[in-house]
């Protein structure tokens, strides 16, 4: 079934810095990958998805970028905020298989002030 | 729309004891997840429903836990008997169409089996 790695586990970063999360996946049958948010103690939350068929997508400070070929993609934020640090999860979906989303273990982002 | 209402928030129960949790989701959603949290293993899918039918049900740990949806409006998770290791967070998600399209959950029920 699919595999998903992230890196690093904890990430911190000066306000104003840029913070960038990579991810792996091994099933090259994958098509669909989200970045979810989860604050300390609340859901995980979407903030950004990407589809197979483009190779990059933005929103104002966060992008994600998508390598189909070495499958890695990576999350990018920019000008970083206290209110970004959270927890932060990849996942990836594909039609074969299992079929399931499977997510990454996760990066704490702590963003100093 | 409310989201996706997890029910309890908390719930503490001592070994052996049958666990039931709830959900209701979003309406107009066809897709249910049911989640589990841990330091250890992350979240884990443990059972996916598509239109009130289970669709992959590989990810539950073992006889012990079944997930239920008897209507487009409500679904339950048992465990019987629970056991310390099953003590986690247990999300409830649900999206409009399938695991490729965004998945919104719910507050997550905080289990504890003392």
């Known amino acids: 079934g699919e595999n998903v790695e992230q890196h690093p586990s904890t990430l911190s970063v000066q306000e104003g810095d840029s913070a960038v999360i990579k991810c792996t996946y091994s099933?090259?049958?994958?098509?669909?990958f989200p970045w979810y948010k989860q604050e300390l103690g609340k859901r995980p939350q979407l903030i950004i998805d990407i589809r197979s068929n483009v190779g990059e997508k933005k929103d104002q400070r966060i992008a994600v970028t998508l390598n189909k070929t070495a499958k890695h993609f990576s999350l990018h934020i920019t000008e970083t905020q206290p209110e970004d640090s959270a927890v932060y999860f990849c996942?990836?979906?594909?039609?074969?298989?299992?079929?399931?989303?499977?997510f990454g273990s996760g990066t704490r982002l702590q963003v100093q002030p | 729309d409310a989201g996706v209402i997890q029910s309890p928030r908390h719930e503490v129960t001592e070994m052996g004891q049958e666990v039931t949790l709830r959900c209701k989701p979003i309406?107009?959603?066809?897709?249910l997840f049911w989640y589990r949290q841990t330091m250890m293993r992350g979240l884990e899918l443990l059972i996916y429903?598509?239109?009130?039918?289970?669709?992959?049900d590989s990810g539950m740990p073992e006889d012990r836990f079944s997930a239920k949806m008897p209507n487009a409006s409500f679904s339950t998770l048992k465990i019987q008997p629970s056991e310390p290791r099953d003590s986690a967070v247990y999300f409830c998600a649900s999206s409009r169409d399938g695991m490729n399209t965004e998945a919104f959950f719910g507050q997550g029920t905080r289990l504890t089996v003392v």
């Open positions: 099933d090259s049958a994958s098509n669909y």
């Open positions: 309406s107009g959603h066809n897709s």
């Open positions: 429903f598509n239109n009130n039918v289970p669709i992959d």
């Open positions: 996942a990836a979906y594909g039609d074969t298989g299992r079929r399931a989303l499977t």
